[in-house]
């Protein structure tokens, strides 16, 4: 891969977390529920805290991206390193579709029933649906990047 299609890759990666963060900080003081709250009362709801403790996850996926290509740049694909990048980002998206999944199943449990749940339902589906290729991809990326990892050792036993 060429080295200026790396550096853009992480300068897409860079401005998706920034637009993502600027969402999270904004979304909420939007939101209809918060029309006459005070600003702590607006980030103390638990929903909210649930899903800044679950964007986590999210962060550290897209460092670890952005880390992928910087290994990639430097040529460094069959190594250790890029094969533990593609683990942790594996791990951060089944924990963030099990984390929609939970809280798409606690909305359409206990939503109000004047609310209908039905666009979030919705936007759930599809976000566990991409986080669901993620883990797939990464984990079909990590299997080919391992096997040259496990083969390398033993061609520098033999040089």
């Given at each position: 891969?060429?080295?200026?299609?790396?550096?853009?890759?992480q300068?897409?990666i860079?401005?998706?977390?920034?637009?993502?963060?600027?969402?999270?900080?904004?979304?909420?003081l939007?939101?209809g529920?918060?029309?006459?709250l005070?600003?702590?009362?607006?980030?103390?709801?638990?929903?909210?805290?649930?899903?800044?403790?679950?964007?986590?996850?999210?962060?550290?996926?897209?460092?670890?991206?952005?880390k992928?290509?910087?290994y990639?740049?430097?040529?460094?694909?069959?190594?250790?390193?890029?094969v533990?990048?593609?683990?942790?980002?594996?791990?951060?998206?089944?924990?963030?579709?099990v984390?929609?999944?939970?809280?798409?199943?606690?909305?359409?449990?206990?939503?109000n029933?004047?609310?209908?749940?039905?666009g979030?339902?919705?936007?759930?589906?599809l976000?566990t649906?991409?986080?669901?290729?993620?883990?797939?991809?990464?984990?079909?990326f990590e299997?080919?990047l391992?096997?040259?990892?496990?083969?390398?050792?033993d061609n520098?036993?033999?040089?």
């Open positions: 891969m060429k080295k200026n299609a790396t550096i853009f890759l300068v897409v860079i401005i998706i977390g920034i637009t993502a963060l600027g969402i999270m900080i904004w979304f909420p939007t939101e529920r918060a029309v006459n005070d600003l702590f009362s607006i980030y103390a709801d638990p929903f909210i805290i649930y899903g800044y403790v679950v964007s986590i996850a999210f962060f550290v996926a897209l460092h670890q991206a952005f992928l290509f910087g990639i740049r430097q040529n460094k694909l069959s190594s250790p390193s890029s533990k990048a593609l683990r942790i980002i594996k791990y951060c998206a089944i924990i963030l579709s984390s929609i999944v939970m809280a798409v199943l606690y909305i359409t449990i206990f939503h029933k004047d609310d209908d749940p039905a979030f339902v919705a936007i759930g589906i976000a649906f991409i986080s669901i290729i993620i883990v797939t991809m990464a984990t079909v299997r080919t391992q096997n040259p990892v496990d083969i390398k050792p520098d036993l033999t040089v």
